[in-house]
């Protein structure tokens, strides 16, 4: 704007290029202060976190700072007093000096008589330098100046023994020999010293009678010379005093945390120790103090932890042994049972209609009986945290698709359609693909159970922490406060409900344990009549948390186009998938579900 | 099929289960009880192939299984009720070709016992090389320099199903299938054991195989790395 109105004056023709200029020295002066602000951030963190983690620093510097604070008190209170008690002792002689110097001059000039002005001046000179000169050791200066109310003729001029002139004596001090002229005045000045710096001193001033000339005042001038002297030494000393001082007190004070503190980082190492594992360490404890006493409790509690510990680990072992055994001794009399089934089974045709039935219970039930024994044995597995993780680097829709194939024949006898919105890319994760394929495989043969043989929608999706399946029915759906008890176990909705895949009612719980071995998550959704929603979420590198699932657990509202045309939040950065009102044929003929081929399942 | 099976089992009822179901395959069974007359009958019986339960009173069933591997190839097949990964390694570890987990199916167990069986049947002249080491199919012979190596069986015929196709990389559900006669997915730990015994018996250094070559992240092959 201001340039366009000036086009052709060309003192603001180059105007425009300052701000050029500006900006072109500006990155480097502002990166610069950037880089000096973060390093003085980065030292101010460092210091706080120094400070915030070491319990004798703190203590260190509190000590010195509340001593520092404490000797500068007691110092400067000392120092003051020792100033004023040098100070008034000094007034006072000075006082005694000066009453009885100027009843010596008083006398000298009475006894004078009368003189001509010539004679006057020239005693008053002579009375001035007596008095000026005590000794070599105590130099005081002499002013002999006219009264202010003097008013008769001059005729003696100021006389001064230094070159402290009048203009030194501060006006209040004539003003009060003024107003009382029968005492002694005394007042403490600065005047220059020999060195060039100023020096206090006592100006003692009073009144003498010259004759003929009138009222003229007297003034000592003591410098306290000395006495600053003596104060600059005492302040040295003081100073050294404090610094010494508050440098013992922080040897004491690092000496006594250390004292302390030592033991107490020991014992929090001894402590982690433990608690990493090594049941073994053990505190030094020596003495009888409150250190010892620490280190004593202390290793009572490791002994008694250790006991504690052991004695689970006995019980878990005891535990695992049992299972095993029992695992060995229910297994070998079942595979008995189930040859035996299989044979009676094969040759049903051979027996009237009722052996013939008793033939298929028989073989189905023992198909029954061997699930809930391996689920049992699992539980019971975890119970005792001899579950282990045998991850590799998977791809999930590997997984999801040997999943679909094993529950293709369910979906199909059940008449469930199972839809799979497929994640864009590959949704690769370190899972143990056994453990990750069983729990998928819980939840979609539930969703096809209480699916009511409506669609099951099955959703990949992926974010940079995580992975996650989810299994959407639009069956009978959860009652509020069912989505925490399904992963119970045994635990049924409806009691009364009959179960037709013959589930062992502990898949579930399974399910959510292996989610958990994965340090992953589980959670479930339900609406009485709109469905359920299973949602699987698991971390892509084990032992990296989990920050959010990159699937929604509630499914966003199902329109007639099917959750089909959902957009998947884990995509919302990729290349536009196309229309987002996709009809839902074709995606979930090209999504990777085979569910036309089926895998022969066999359970 | 026919051929004589020994099933070394101590649960009797199991044991004539088996006996029923495997002689209405046609083959003949031995039955024996406790892990120290297992091998007397063993020597005495002279079977194609051995059931070997792992939890067996006296010896128990994998020091059974170590010394039948020292004294024949025979395929042996352990009967296993622990599904935990070491029982399952040790008892591959100590020597046998396969194993069926408690509680199996007739027809599971029949379909291991065939497929251990069944090599052999019908032998075709066959010369294979493959590194320094030539391979008789026929005359199920496996020669360094002339020296010959002795293989069991099972591993002979992991050895011709990699040196058959030199550099195509098997993966082990493939090899599962082509060796062990497996339809559907099985465990992939046969696999690794089996070609670490192997290499342990071909190989000049076990350590740095150069005739049986892993390919990370997918499977075996044979032929220089």
Request: with cysteine; hydrophobic share 40%; proline share 7%.
């Amino acid at each position: 704007m201001f340039k366009r109105s000036h086009p052709a004056d060309p003192v603001t023709a180059t105007r425009p290029q300052e701000p050029v200029e500006g900006v072109r020295f500006g990155p480097p002066l502002e990166r610069q202060w950037r880089a000096v602000r973060s390093a003085l951030q980065r030292a101010a963190r460092w210091l706080l976190h120094v400070w915030r983690s070491s319990l004798q620093l703190r203590v260190i510097v509190s000590t010195m700072l509340l001593g520092l604070i404490f000797v500068l008190m007691l110092g400067s209170y000392l120092y003051q007093r020792i100033a004023d008690g040098l100070v008034n002792d000094r007034v006072l002689t000075a006082r005694a000096e000066a009453a009885s110097q100027t009843r010596a001059a008083q006398l000298s000039f009475d006894s004078a008589g009368r003189m001509d002005a010539n004679s006057l001046t020239q005693l008053a000179f002579d009375v001035v330098g007596q008095l000026s000169s005590p000794g070599a050791d105590q130099s005081r200066e002499v002013i002999l100046t006219r009264a202010k109310n003097n008013t008769g003729p001059a005729s003696v001029p100021t006389v001064l023994s230094s070159d402290v002139g009048v203009s030194r004596v501060p006006a209040g001090l004539r003003a009060a020999i003024a107003a009382d002229p029968s005492h002694q005045q005394v007042q403490i000045i600065s005047i220059p010293s020999t060195d060039g710096t100023t020096v206090p001193a006592a100006v003692v001033g009073s009144r003498v009678s010259l004759p003929a000339a009138g009222q003229y005042e007297l003034y000592f001038v003591f410098p306290l010379e000395r006495e600053q002297q003596t104060l600059r030494v005492v302040a040295r000393t003081f100073i050294l005093g404090a610094i010494a001082l508050v440098l013992l007190l922080g040897g004491v004070a690092f000496v006594v945390t250390r004292i302390v503190v030592d033991p107490v980082r020991r014992a929090a190492i001894v402590a982690e120790r433990l608690s990493s594992g090594r049941l073994h360490e053990r505190m030094r404890a020596h003495g009888e103090d409150d250190i010892a006493r620490l280190g004593k409790s202390f290793n009572a509690m490791a002994d008694s932890l250790q006991k504690q510990i052991r004695q689970l680990e006995d019980l878990s072992r005891v535990q695992q042994r049992f299972v095993s055994d029992v695992s060995h001794e229910l297994r070998t009399p079942l595979t008995t049972i189930r040859m035996a089934g299989d044979l009676i089974h094969e040759s049903r045709h051979d027996f009237d209609p009722s052996v013939a039935r008793s033939a298929e219970l028989l073989y189905n039930e023992v198909d029954r009986f061997e699930s809930l024994l391996a689920d049992l044995l699992e539980i019971s597995r975890f119970d005792a945290g001899a579950a282990a993780l045998d991850v590799e680097a998977t791809d999930l829709r590997d997984t999801l698709g040997r999943t679909l194939e094993s529950t293709a024949a369910l979906a199909a006898r059940r008449g469930s359609r199972l839809e799979v919105v497929p994640c864009a890319g590959p949704c690769v994760a370190e899972i143990d693909p056994r453990r990750v394929e069983r729990i998928l495989r819980n939840l979609v043969a539930n969703a096809i159970e209480y699916g009511e043989g409506r669609p099951v929608t099955v959703q990949l999706g992926v974010n940079d922490k995580a992975v996650a399946v989810s299994v959407c029915d639009t069956g009978v759906g959860l009652r509020p406060g069912e989505a925490v008890l399904v992963f119970n176990r045994f635990w049924r909705s409806d009691p009364a409900r009959a179960r037709t895949t013959g589930g062992t009612g502990l898949g579930l719980a399974i399910s959510r344990e292996d989610a958990r071995l994965h340090g992953g998550w589980l959670h479930a959704w339900g609406e009485p009549g709109v469905g359920s929603c299973f949602r699987l979420t698991l971390p892509r590198q084990t032992g990296v948390p989990i920050e959010s699932s990159p699937l929604p657990l509630r499914p966003q509202e199902r329109s007639a186009s099917g959750p089909v045309s959902k957009s998947l939040p884990g995509q919302a950065g990729k290349p536009p998938p196309g229309p987002t009102a996709k009809p839902p044929g074709p995606t979930s003929e090209s999504s990777p579900s085979p569910v036309v081929t089926s895998g022969g399942a066999e359970r | 099929m026919k051929g004589r099976v020994l099933v070394v089992d101590d649960d009797l009822a199991l044991s004539e289960m088996l006996g029923i179901v495997l002689r209405n395959e046609g083959l003949d069974v031995v039955h024996c009880a406790n892990g120290s007359a297992a091998m007397a009958l063993f020597r005495e019986s002279r079977p194609d192939i051995v059931l070997l339960d792992l939890m067996l009173p006296g010896i128990d069933g994998i020091e059974v299984c170590r010394r039948i591997r020292a004294e024949s190839g025979i395929p042996i097949v352990m009967l296993t009720a622990r599904t935990d990964t070491i029982d399952v390694v040790v008892g591959l570890e100590s020597g046998a070709d396969d194993y069926v987990l408690k509680p199996f199916k007739a027809q599971e167990l029949i379909a291991r016992v065939r497929a251990r069986l069944r090599r052999g049947d019908e032998p075709e002249p066959e010369q294979l090389q493959i590194g320094d080491l030539s391979i008789d199919v026929a005359g199920h012979t496996v020669k360094r320099q002339g020296k010959p190596l002795s293989l069991t069986p099972l591993e002979f015929d992991l050895l011709v199903a990699l040196a058959r196709k030199p550099r195509q990389v098997f993966t082990r559900e493939v090899l599962l299938e082509q060796v062990w006669g497996y339809r559907h997915a099985g465990d992939t730990r046969l696999v690794n054991v089996h070609v670490q015994r192997l290499r342990s018996k071909i190989e000049r250094d076990p350590e740095h195989p150069e005739i049986v070559v892993t390919v990370r992240g997918v499977g075996y092959r044979a032929g220089p790395p």
